[in-house]
C-alpha cells in the first residue's frame, strides 16, 4: 500500500498514477474522505477519553450535590466514547479497505497505456533465417513430441487442459536448467529457498495478488490457503512482521517452486504446447533493499535476466512495460522477451518489477536505520520460468533432421551432452 501521508500532501500524484493505470480515479477522493474521518473521530474519541478520565478524579472530590451532576455527565460519556470508538474502528476499516484497492505509484518514467504501449529498450541476440538453412522450423510441441520430452496428451487426460508431463530429456532439460538458474544465482550472492506452494490469505494479500490478479489465483476453501503462482509471495513474505537492521540489506533470495494459475482470462490463448499452463516450476529472484537503493536494484536484477538468456544463447528485446500492464504491486516493470521461431514474435520470459515500499506496508516489512525504523523496499525478477524458457530452447536451437542443440550453459548438467537426439518410434 502507499503512505497515507504522500496521498494527503499529493493527491494529484496519486490521481496521475491511477490514471495511468487505467484505474478508479474517484478512489482517492473516497480514501481522502475517509482518512479524514478516521483522523477526526480518533481526535473525538481522544478528547472524551481525556474528559472522561479526568471526570473520574473530580467525582471522588465532589460535594454531594456536585457529584450527582457528575455521574449523570459521567453516563453521557461512557456512551460518547463507546460511540468514539465505534465511529473510529468503522473509519478505519473503511480507510484500510479502500488503501487496499489502490496500486502501487507508477514510476515518472513509465511508458502510459496498455499492454502495447510498452517502449523496446533495447534488443539481443541475432534472429536465425531457416529459409537461409534450408528447412521450415518445427513448433516446440511438434519437436517435444520428436524428442520424447513433452506429453500434453497424457495431460490433459489425467487433468485437464493446460497440463502436461515433461518426459525423457524434457524431464532432464527442466532440472538442467533449474540447476544452472540457481548455479548463476548464488553466484551473485542469492540464498537459494525452497518454498512453500500454500500460503496464507495474509501473505497473499500482502503481496498484493488478492486484488486484481485474484481470479487467477487458486484458492483451497476446506484450508483456507492459497496455491502460489510465484515463489515471489512467499519470498516477501518471509520477513513479514519483523524489523530488519539496515546493515544487513540487501537480502536476496532465489526461490524454486512449482507455481499454479487458472488463466482465467486467456480462453483461446496459447492453447497448443506448454507456453501458457495451469502449473510450471520457476526459479525466482527477490530482494530486500533500502527505498534509495531500489532503481539500482532494479537494474541488477535485470541485468541478471539479460545475463541468463544470454547464456542460452537466445535472441531477446527488453521492454519496459506500459502503465496499465504493471499489476497492483509494481512502480516499474522490465520484460525480456524471446524470440520465438514459429510464432514470429517476441514472448515474455522474464520479468522483474520495482515494487519500492507497497509489499512491505502491507506486510508490516521495516527496517532499523539508527534511531528510526521504517519500510524497506522489496522487488522480484523471473530468472527461470521452466515451460516458456524450454519452448524457446527447443524452437531457437532445433536442426534440420528434428533434433537440437544444447546450449553450452547447460551442458554439464546433462551429462556433457551437446544435442537432444530425436527418439526411435
Known amino acids: 500500500m502507499i503512505d497515507l501521508r504522500l496521498l494527503r500532501e499529493d493527491p494529484d500524484r ?22 479524514e474521518r478516521r483522523r477526526s473521530s480518533g481526535v473525538r474519541f481522544d478528547e472524551l477519553r481525556a474528559e472522561q478520565k479526568s471526570l473520574g478524579k473530580l467525582i471522588p472530590k465532589a460535594t454531594p450535590e456536585e457529584k450527582a451532576e457528575l ?11 463507546k460511540a468514539a470508538d465505534v465511529e473510529r474502528d468503522a473509519a478505519d476499516t ?6 487496499q484497492q489502490l496500486g502501487n505509484l507508477v514510476h515518472p518514467d513509465v511508458p502510459v497505456g496498455g499492454e502495447e504501449d510498452f517502449v523496446t529498450l533495447e534488443t539481443h541476440g541475432t534472429i536465425r533465417d531457416f529459409g537461409a538453412e534450408g528447412f521450415e522450423p518445427k513448433d516446440h510441441l511438434e519437436l517435444g513430441q520428436v524428442l520424447g520430452a513433452i506429453d ?15 518426459t525423457g530429456v524434457g524431464a532432464l532439460l527442466e532440472l538442467a536448467l533449474v540447476n544452472a538458474a540457481l548455479a548463476q544465482a548464488t553466484a551473485a550472492g542469492f540464498t537459494p529457498m525452497l518454498t512453500p506452494a500454500l500460503v496464507r490469505p495474509q501473505s497473499m494479500a500482502g503481496t498484493g495478488f488478492l486484488g486484481q490478479a485474484a481470479q487467477d489465483v487458486y484458492h483451497l476453501d476446506k484450508d483456507d490457503l492459497y496455491l502460489v503462482g510465484t515463489s515471489e509471495v512467499p519470498l516477501a513474505a518471509y520477513h513479514m512482521d519483523e524489523i530488519i537492521d539496515a546493515d544487513k540489506l540487501p537480502l536476496r533470495y532465489a526461490g524454486f517452486s512449482p507455481c499454479f494459475r487458472r488463466e482465467a482470462g486467456s480462453h483461446g490463448k496459447d492453447t497448443r504446447g506448454i507456453f501458457r499452463v495451469h502449473q510450471f516450476d520457476k526459479v525466482e529472484m527477490f530482494s530486500y533493499v533500502t527505498p534509495e537503493d531500489s532503481q539500482q536494484e532494479h537494474k541488477r536484477l535485470l541485468e541478471w535476466e539479460k545475463q541468463w538468456l544470454t547464456s542460452l544463447e537466445l535472441p531477446f528485446r527488453v521492454i519496459d512495460v506500459a502503465s496499465a500492464d504493471l499489476g497492483a504491486s509494481a512502480s516499474r ?12 514474435k517476441y514472448r515474455e520470459l522474464t520479468s522483474t518489477s520495482d515494487c519500492t515500499e507497497f509489499q512491505s506496508r502491507r506486510l508490516s516489512i521495516r527496517m532499523r536505520d539508527g534511531k528510526q525504523v521504517r519500510p524497506l523496499a522489496t522487488l522480484n525478477g523471473t530468472l527461470c520460468a521452466v515451460p516458456r524458457t524450454i519452448v524457446a530452447i527447443l524452437e531457437n536451437h532445433q536442426q534440420a533432421d528434428g533434433s537440437v542443440r544444447v546450449p553450452e550453459v547447460l551442458r554439464p548438467y546433462l551429462g556433457g551432452r551437446e544435442v537432444l537426439e530425436p527418439v526411435a518410434k
Open 14 to 35: 496519486v490521481r496521475a498514477s491511477q490514471r495511468a493505470r487505467g484505474e478508479d480515479v474517484a478512489l482517492v477522493d473516497s480514501l481522502l474522505s475517509a482518512d
Open 71 to 81: 455521574l449523570a455527565r459521567a453516563e453521557q460519556l461512557k456512551a460518547d466514547v
Open 94 to 99: 473503511e480507510t484500510q479497505q479502500l488503501l
Open 152 to 166: 500434453v496428451e497424457r495431460g490433459a487426460k489425467v487433468s485437464g487442459s493446460r497440463f502436461y508431463f515433461l
Open 333 to 344: 516493470k522490465y520484460d525480456c522477451e524471446a524470440w520465438i521461431p514459429t510464432q514470429g
